[in-house]
C-alpha cells in the first residue's frame, strides 16, 4: 500500500535541503526507480518490448555541484533497501559483471532468477578508467541496453555462460576529464548515444547543516513506496490519447545535427521519452496505465537536458583547443551570459596563458557564440551573435 501521492514529488520534498541542483535529485529518483522495477513493466513497441531502464551521467567539476553525494543518498538509504536487487560497484570488469547477473536471489522465500544489475558508479572513473577492458564494458551495455531475453558469454576457462532476462541500469557521475579520456570510437560505437547527460550551473544553495525533510517526508515511507513499486508487474498500457500524442510528435521531422554522436542521440530520444513517461506513471499509480500528460511533462523533460548533450560530447576526442572553447564558453554561460575579459583571464590562468585565452575568445567570436563591449577600459564578452 502507498503512502504518499507521487514518489518522485515526495522525494524531491524530502531532499529539498541538499546542495546539489534539484535537477540532480530528480534524475536520482528517476534512476532509483528504474532500478526497482528491472524488468517487471514494460510496453509493447510491436517487434520489441520497451523497458523503462535509463543510463545517467551527472556532469560536473568535482565537489562543486555536490553530484555524487545526491546519487550516494538515493541509492543507499533507499534503493538498497529494494530486496533481490543486484546492485554492481565494484571496478568495472566483464567477468564481474556477469558473475553480479547470473546470481540467484531469495525473496520472500521464493527464489528469483533474472539477470538484471543496477550498475553504480558516484566516481566514474575509478570503475571504467578508459582502459581496454572499460570498452568491452561500454560494448556489452550498449548491447544490452534494450535487454535480452537471454545472453550468451564466453568465459576465460573456454566455457559458455548463458544469462536470461538481461536488462541494465546505469547511474554514474563524472568530472568533464573523464570524457576527455575516451576515443571516437567509442562515442561512434553507439554507448553515450544511450547516455541521459545531466549537468547544472551551480548549486541550489548552501546549506551549512543539511538535514533530510524527515517532518514533511519520512524516510521509510519513501523506502516502502518503492518496494511497493518494485513489486509491480506487468505490460504497461497507453491511453488513445497518449498514442496519438506521441504519434505526433514521433513523426515530426528530427533537426539533423553536424555531429553524428548528437544525432544519435537525437534518434533514440522516442524510445527514451516513453521510458520517462512510464517512470513518471509508477511514480504516482499503480494502474500502469500511460496518460497523454505523462508524455507532455517527458518531452519537456528532455528539452531540459537536450542542450548539454553536445556540450558533453564536445570533450571527446577534439582538440584542446575545443576543449578549452567549450570551457571558456560554459564559464560565461554560467556567469548569467557575460564575463569581464579580466574574470575570464582569471578564471582560466591555471590552464591558458593570456595570449591563448585571446585565441580561445576570437575563435568563439567567429563561430558567434560570443560577442564584446567596450566601456572605457573594460572589456565585455557576451553571449551571442553581435547585435
Same mark, same amino acid.
Not at 535509463?54 to 550516494?72: C, D, M, N, P, W
Not at 541550489?204 to 523506502?223: C, F, G, H, S, Y
Given at each position: 500500500?502507498?503512502?504518499?501521492?507521487?514518489?518522485?514529488?515526495?522525494?524531491?520534498?524530502?531532499?529539498?535541503?541538499?546542495?546539489?541542483?534539484?535537477?540532480?535529485?530528480?534524475?536520482?529518483?528517476?534512476?532509483?526507480?528504474?532500478?526497482? !522495477?528491472?524488468?517487471?513493466?514494460?510496453?509493447?513497441?510491436?517487434?520489441?518490448?520497451?523497458?523503462?531502464?535509463?543510463?545517467?551521467? *551527472?556532469?560536473?567539476?568535482?565537489?562543486?555541484?555536490?553530484?555524487?553525494?545526491?546519487?550516494?543518498?538515493?541509492?543507499?538509504?533507499?534503493?538498497?533497501?529494494?530486496?533481490?536487487?543486484?546492485?554492481?560497484?565494484?571496478?568495472?570488469?566483464?567477468?564481474?559483471?556477469?558473475?553480479?547477473?547470473?546470481?540467484?536471489?531469495?525473496?520472500?522465500?521464493?527464489?528469483?532468477?533474472?539477470?538484471?544489475?543496477?550498475? *553504480?558508479?558516484?566516481?566514474?572513473?575509478?570503475?571504467?578508467?578508459?582502459?581496454?577492458?572499460?570498452?568491452?564494458?561500454?560494448?556489452?551495455?550498449?548491447?544490452?541496453?534494450?535487454?535480452?531475453?537471454?545472453?550468451?558469454?564466453?568465459?576465460?576457462?573456454?566455457?559458455?555462460?548463458?544469462?536470461?532476462?538481461?536488462?541494465?541500469?546505469?547511474?554514474?557521475?563524472?568530472?568533464?576529464?573523464?570524457?576527455?579520456?575516451?576515443?571516437?570510437?567509442?562515442?561512434?560505437?553507439?554507448?553515450?548515444?544511450?547516455? &541521459?547527460?545531466?549537468?547544472?550551473?551551480?548549486?541550489?544553495?548552501?546549506?551549512?547543516?543539511?538535514?533530510?525533510?524527515?517532518?514533511? &517526508?519520512?524516510?521509510?515511507?519513501?523506502?516502502?513506496?518503492?518496494?511497493?513499486?518494485?513489486?509491480?508487474?506487468?505490460?504497461?498500457?497507453?491511453?488513445?490519447?497518449?498514442?496519438?500524442?506521441?504519434?505526433?510528435?514521433?513523426?515530426?521531422?528530427?533537426?539533423?545535427?553536424?555531429?553524428?554522436?548528437?544525432?544519435?542521440?537525437?534518434?533514440?530520444?522516442?524510445?527514451?521519452?516513453?521510458?520517462?513517461?512510464?517512470?513518471?506513471?509508477?511514480?504516482?499509480?499503480?494502474?500502469? &496505465?500511460?496518460?497523454?500528460?505523462?508524455?507532455?511533462?517527458? !518531452?519537456?523533460?528532455?528539452?531540459?537536458?537536450?542542450?548539454?548533450?553536445?556540450?558533453?560530447?564536445?570533450?571527446?576526442?577534439?582538440?584542446?583547443?575545443?576543449?578549452?572553447?567549450?570551457?571558456?564558453?560554459?564559464?560565461?554561460?554560467?556567469?548569467?551570459?557575460?564575463?569581464?575579459?579580466?574574470?575570464?583571464?582569471?578564471?582560466?590562468?591555471?590552464?591558458?596563458?593570456?595570449?591563448?585565452?585571446?585565441?580561445?575568445?576570437?575563435?568563439?567570436?567567429?563561430?558567434?557564440?560570443?560577442? *564584446?563591449?567596450?566601456?572605457?577600459?573594460?572589456?565585455?564578452?557576451?553571449?551571442?551573435?553581435?547585435?
Amino acid at each position: 500500500m502507498r503512502k504518499l501521492p507521487d514518489f518522485i514529488k515526495a522525494y524531491m520534498t524530502h531532499t529539498e535541503d541538499q546542495e546539489a541542483p534539484e535537477i540532480f535529485h530528480f534524475w536520482t529518483a528517476l534512476g532509483i526507480l528504474a532500478a526497482a !522495477v528491472r524488468r517487471n513493466l514494460w510496453i509493447d513497441r510491436g517487434y520489441y518490448k520497451l523497458f523503462p531502464n535509463l543510463y545517467v551521467i *551527472f556532469v560536473a567539476e568535482s565537489g562543486k555541484l555536490r553530484k555524487s553525494t545526491a546519487q550516494e543518498y538515493g541509492v543507499d538509504q533507499i534503493l538498497r533497501e529494494i530486496p533481490g536487487l543486484k546492485i554492481y560497484t565494484e571496478r568495472m570488469t566483464m567477468e564481474g559483471i556477469i558473475d553480479q547477473m547470473d546470481r540467484v536471489n531469495i525473496v520472500n522465500g521464493k527464489m528469483q532468477r533474472d539477470a538484471c544489475v543496477f550498475i *553504480f558508479a558516484p566516481e566514474l572513473v575509478m570503475l571504467l578508467p578508459g582502459d581496454e577492458i572499460s570498452r568491452k564494458v561500454m560494448a556489452f551495455m550498449t548491447s544490452t541496453y534494450m535487454g535480452k531475453d537471454k545472453y550468451g558469454y564466453l568465459t576465460k576457462g573456454g566455457d559458455e555462460l548463458k544469462l536470461e532476462n538481461v536488462l541494465v541500469n546505469f547511474l554514474g557521475a563524472t568530472a568533464p576529464d573523464w570524457l576527455e579520456t575516451l576515443s571516437e570510437d567509442v562515442a561512434k560505437g553507439g554507448f553515450l548515444a544511450r547516455i &541521459v547527460f545531466v549537468t547544472a550551473a551551480k548549486r541550489r544553495k548552501a546549506i551549512a547543516w543539511p538535514e533530510p525533510q524527515r517532518t514533511k &517526508v519520512q524516510i521509510n515511507e519513501l523506502v516502502g513506496d518503492l518496494q511497493h513499486i518494485s513489486s509491480l508487474n506487468g505490460e504497461m498500457k497507453p491511453t488513445p490519447e497518449f498514442r496519438k500524442t506521441f504519434a505526433d510528435w514521433y513523426e515530426r521531422d528530427v533537426p539533423q545535427h553536424d555531429d553524428p554522436r548528437v544525432q544519435g542521440f537525437r534518434e533514440r530520444q522516442h524510445d527514451l521519452a516513453i521510458r520517462i513517461a512510464m517512470l513518471l506513471s509508477i511514480a504516482k499509480a499503480d494502474d500502469l &496505465v500511460l496518460q497523454e500528460e505523462e508524455f507532455h511533462l517527458a !518531452v519537456s523533460i528532455l528539452k531540459d537536458i537536450e542542450d548539454f548533450v553536445p556540450q558533453a560530447l564536445s570533450h571527446i576526442a577534439t582538440s584542446q583547443h575545443s576543449r578549452d572553447s567549450e570551457r571558456v564558453l560554459g564559464q560565461i554561460k554560467r556567469k548569467a551570459g557575460k564575463m569581464t575579459y579580466t574574470e575570464i583571464l582569471r578564471a582560466n590562468s591555471w590552464k591558458l596563458s593570456s595570449q591563448e585565452v585571446q585565441e580561445v575568445l576570437k575563435s568563439l567570436e567567429d563561430r558567434q557564440e560570443i560577442h *564584446f563591449v567596450r566601456q572605457g577600459r573594460t572589456l565585455t564578452y557576451v553571449l551571442g551573435p553581435k547585435p
